[in-house]
Structures are given as C-alpha cells and as structure tokens.
C-alpha cells in the first residue's frame, strides 16, 4: 500500500483535519511559496500534531545550518530538497543533522530519472519542477525508476487510482486536495479513503 503525504499545511484547522484522518507524512514548506510558513509557525503547528505522523520540511537551495536547525529541534522529522541542491550538500547536511533527506527531481527524461537512481538521497520524490501548481509529468518515465520514490505533481481525486497503479512508495498531494488554496477537509479523506481502499 503507497503512503500518503498531504504537503503544505499552514493552519490549525490543518492539522486537525490530518490528525484525524491520519496520513502517514505531512509537509511544511518553508520555501518561498503561497504556502510558506517560518519557523515559529512550523514549531506551534508541529506541537498540535499527532506523534504518529512523520513532518517534513520543504526548502529550496536553503542555508544548511538553518535546515539541520529546524531538524534538530525536532519541529521536523524529513527534510525535503527541492531545489538544486546537489550531492555536497546532502553530504554536508548529513554531517549536521540525523534526519532522513528526501531529494526531488524534475522529471522531463529518462536522464532526469538516472539521476533520481543515482541519488544519494535516503528518498526521492518526482515532480513536475513547480511544486503545488497542479501540473503532473509524463508518468511514463517512472517505469524507469528502480528505487522507492514519493510521486507527486498534479495528483487529485480524478487521476489518483492511475497514480496507485504505478506503486509509488508514497503519493504526495498538495493542491490536489485543496479548495479556493486552502485544504479541504472531504478531499483529504477521500483521497486517504482511496488510497487505503486501493487493490492493485
């Protein structure tokens, strides 16, 4: 059975919705975005959520002493790189902070796909390039992965058992379950419904 992360949350009411609906990863961006939360922000939200639910910490070509912060302090579990972060990074993060590193790729080719093989990433995560906007990849291209991966970009209740077919380790919706930009109560639980219900 994929996992689900439900990324971008940003209010309380946020976190009451996963915390009854439990999915197994949520996602705080602290990346410029219309999602984008600081830290003071993420820490209040982190303390409402349930022990259960693993936090990730999205960010963009970020300071990496300021990510091993936000990680050591607990306010996330994952890191998640979404930028051009490149294997000295991971490696110099890796010296600064246990926390597992999930690193996404842009998938236009297969050599797009050799190099989220080639990660040195504990996870890997393939997207469209421009997280949250809705838009998916051409998923012809995952037949090519060979290792775990968190499928995201464009996933919503319409194509979500097309995305369960490919058997991702994870599906990592954003705006696919949101509402006028804001999280949708009834689309998170059908979407966890689907996912918990699917055979393959």
């Not at 309380?12 to 984008?36: H, T, W």
């Not at 939200?45 to 936090?55: H, P």
């Not at 990592?172 to 009834?186: A, H, N, P, R």
């Amino acid at each position: 059975m994929s996992k689900i992360k439900i990324c971008g949350l940003s209010r309380k009411c946020d976190i009451d919705y996963v915390n009854e609906l439990m999915p197994d990863y949520i996602g705080f961006v602290f990346a410029k975005s219309r999602r984008q939360i600081d830290v003071r922000k993420a820490e209040e939200l982190r303390e409402m959520l349930n022990e259960n639910i693993r936090a990730v910490g999205v960010f963009v070509n970020e300071d990496i002493n300021k990510v091993a912060d936000i990680a050591n302090n607990s306010i996330i579990d994952i890191v998640q790189l979404h930028g051009s972060e490149d294997e000295t990074y991971i490696k110099s993060l890796r010296y600064k902070t246990d926390a597992k590193i999930i690193q996404a790729f842009k998938i236009n080719s297969y050599e797009d796909i050799k190099m989220a093989n080639e990660s040195d990433a504990d996870y890997i995560l393939l997207d469209n390039g421009n997280g949250g906007t809705g838009e998916s990849f051409d998923w012809c291209y995952v037949n090519n992965i060979e290792r775990p991966y968190f499928l995201a970009g464009g996933i919503n209740e319409s194509n979500l058992e097309a995305a369960l077919k490919l058997q991702p380790y994870a599906i990592d919706l954003s705006s696919g379950v949101e509402t006028d930009g804001f999280k949708d109560y009834d689309k998170i639980k059908n979407v966890i419904r689907t996912v918990r219900e699917f055979k393959a």
